[in-house]
């Protein structure tokens, strides 16, 4: 099969001069370790009212990372745009997995890739994409393609950032052991590959158009190659950015998501880790955290509230707002009934705001307060729980939130790790993650339901650290 090209092609490479501070500082201080056990699964059924196609479902994997949230989306994006409506799709996000070494790995994924084998508990097909690629036809037509005797394609002998592979063939070849070791590169695993006759083949290079490669109406897959020149900007602290020649290309889809109201998982189809997440918080309500000298009376209280009333208190008048909705309450200890209302624990007021304002308290994890809330409110504020939320949650989370608000939104999102722990070992903000990240979602989430005011208010902790506001234009 031909030699492979990226690695001498310089239109491909991210040299150091397109490389800043944050980069170098961010390969000194290494990867945080994974917390998930395995790959995020999102199905996706045949269409209702077609009758199913009995083929396997089109397995696909994907290589992420918290960073990569905004490629991510767009990437499902197109392989939904694309599919076939009668065939079912199984979508694996590999993001932050425990038991991988990462410290010097290019990406947060690198090597996830080569434990495919292991994921599909080595049988059938499994096509691997890292996240900064998108569909431009449907990819169960590259998962049925003949292998023949082959155990993995791709467009050359180096390339492995679009695979298909054959897990059954593959698995003793790429062991999941050695894709957890720190040392384990990508030629190391190509070597493995290649020492097989016939064990790699070739996919024809449309399903592989790397950047200057893509061909309008021919390309069936664009990958944008160059760290530097991706258009979502993913790292804006470790590269300086150029312009894609083809970056419409995937404004274009990005669009059409926001339009469509799209997230990769739902409130009705939350995420796997979701629900298992939030009975843990609900038993910490009951249990408290003896380790950390919490009683359950004080686990969760909503005590903290008051440190933001202020703010808060300036949106409430310039909205003239007389309901708030609060999403992720807790106990709600800082409130007082409502006069008229109290036989409903779930409304309250705060004295801060005044009578005049009506507070709607609620809690999927507490249970007097965790009856869904009906209509909108004309502000809704959420301290200090989003990052309790799985950060595949977070987007379908916000979107409940900005859609429940007729004027504004108020967030406060902590970035540093709790003094809770779960019961399954976890801390308790499971969701850790800088600013930018945060401000990223945020703004993702507003322009899915555009019109509404936004506050994000970032709360950092250690040296020469201080919160960070960020505000809708």
């Known amino acids: 099969m031909p030699k492979g090209a990226t690695s001498s092609n310089p239109a491909f490479k991210t040299r150091l001069w397109h490389r800043r501070t944050g980069y170098f500082l961010r390969v000194l201080a290494g990867r945080p370790a994974g917390w998930r056990a395995a790959p995020t699964l999102a199905t996706f059924p045949p269409d209702p009212g077609v009758t199913p196609d009995p083929r396997p479902p089109v397995r696909i994997f994907i290589g992420a990372e918290p960073g990569q949230n905004r490629a991510e989306r767009v990437l499902v994006w197109s392989i939904l745009k694309h599919r076939d409506p009668a065939r079912a799709y199984e979508i694996y996000l590999m993001k932050d997995l425990a038991g991988f070494s990462r410290r010097y790995w290019k990406t947060g994924f690198t090597n996830y890739r080569y434990a495919i084998p292991a994921f599909a508990r080595g049988h059938g097909r499994a096509i691997y994409n890292d996240a900064d690629q998108v ?5 169960a037509a590259l998962f049925d393609q003949p292998m023949g005797e082959a155990g993995v394609l791709s467009i050359d002998d180096r390339e492995t950032s679009v695979m298909l592979i054959d897990a059954a063939r593959m698995g003793d070849v790429w062991p999941q052991a050695l894709a957890q070791e720190n040392q384990a590169m990508h030629r190391e695993f190509r070597s493995r590959a290649a020492a097989i006759p016939g064990l790699w083949g070739l996919m024809s290079a449309e399903w592989n158009a790397r950047d200057s490669e893509y061909q309008q109406g021919r390309s069936k897959l664009l990958h944008f190659t160059a760290l530097h020149t991706q258009p979502w900007k993913p790292f804006p602290n470790e590269f300086r950015y150029g312009d894609h020649a083809a970056a419409s290309v995937w404004r274009d889809l990005e669009a059409e998501a926001d339009a469509a109201g799209f997230t990769i998982f739902t409130a009705t189809r939350p995420s796997p880790h979701y629900q298992a997440l939030l009975n843990l918080h609900a038993q910490m309500h009951v249990d408290g955290d003896a380790g950390a000298g919490i009683q359950p009376v ?10 933001r009333a202020a703010e808060i208190s300036e949106l409430i008048a310039a909205h003239n707002a007389h309901t708030v909705l609060d999403y992720g309450a807790g106990k709600g200890a800082a409130y007082e009934p409502v006069a008229g209302r109290t036989d409903d624990p779930a409304w309250g007021m705060l004295p801060a705001w005044g009578d005049g304002v009506a507070v709607r308290l609620f809690d999927p994890g507490y249970a007097p307060f965790s009856a869904e809330p009906s209509g909108r409110f004309d502000g809704v504020i959420s301290n200090d729980v989003l990052e309790h939320i799985p950060e595949e949650d977070i987007p379908w989370t916000l979107d409940q939130i900005f859609r429940r608000a007729k004027s504004f939104v108020y967030l406060v999102a902590a970035c540093y790790p709790a003094r809770k722990t779960l019961s399954n070992g976890l801390n308790a903000h499971v969701t850790v993650l800088p600013p930018a990240w945060w401000h ?10 555009p019109g509404i005011a936004w506050t994000l208010r970032c709360r ?8 960070v506001l960020y505000r809708s234009a």
């Open 440 to 449: 990223q979602e945020v703004e993702a989430a507003a322009r899915r339901t």
């Open 460 to 467: 950092q902790k250690g040296f020469l650290k201080s919160d």
């Open 135 to 139: 569909y431009l036809a449907d990819p």
């Open 298 to 307: 004080d686990m969760f209280s909503g005590v903290q509230l008051p440190k």
